[in-house]
């Protein structure tokens, strides 16, 4: 069956890095749409970013655009979310998903979900 699963949250500074990682089992990465969401205390999930399956393009949210980078792996069958310059509002659990056709920002049209990484700026 289908697994996905999140590695490389943690506890960083504003300004700092994190690099997070989604690990797929079950599918092929590169024949789906791998995307990115997060769901902060009290708020609704968000579209964070995604790469289109074969040619890989990229989207993103504005509120992340210059400072998070989407990217995959196609050997390693893993997607990577590279967050730079974090700030406090990004604190959040990061959601990885799978979606067997083009990106969406609609997280109902997702089938395959992993259990989440959490992110915590601190100020």
């Known amino acids: 069956q289908v697994q996905l699963v999140e590695s490389g949250g943690g506890l960083v500074q504003a300004g700092g890095s994190l690099r997070l990682s989604c690990a797929a089992s079950g599918l092929a990465v590169s024949a789906y749409a791998m995307v990115w969401f997060r769901q902060a205390p009290g708020k609704e999930r968000e579209f964070v970013a995604a790469?289109?399956?074969?040619?890989?393009?990229?989207g993103y949210a504005d509120s992340v655009k210059g400072r998070f980078t989407v990217s995959r792996d196609n050997a390693k069958n893993t997607v990577y979310l590279q967050m730079n310059s974090l700030k406090p509002e990004d604190t959040a659990v990061y959601y990885c998903?799978?979606?067997?056709?083009?990106?969406?920002?609609?997280?109902?049209?997702?089938?395959?979900w992993g259990q989440g990484t959490q992110v915590t700026v601190s100020s």
């Open positions: 998903a799978a979606r067997l056709s083009f990106y969406t920002t609609y997280g109902g049209h997702y089938r395959y």
């Open positions: 790469i289109n399956p074969s040619a890989g393009s990229t």
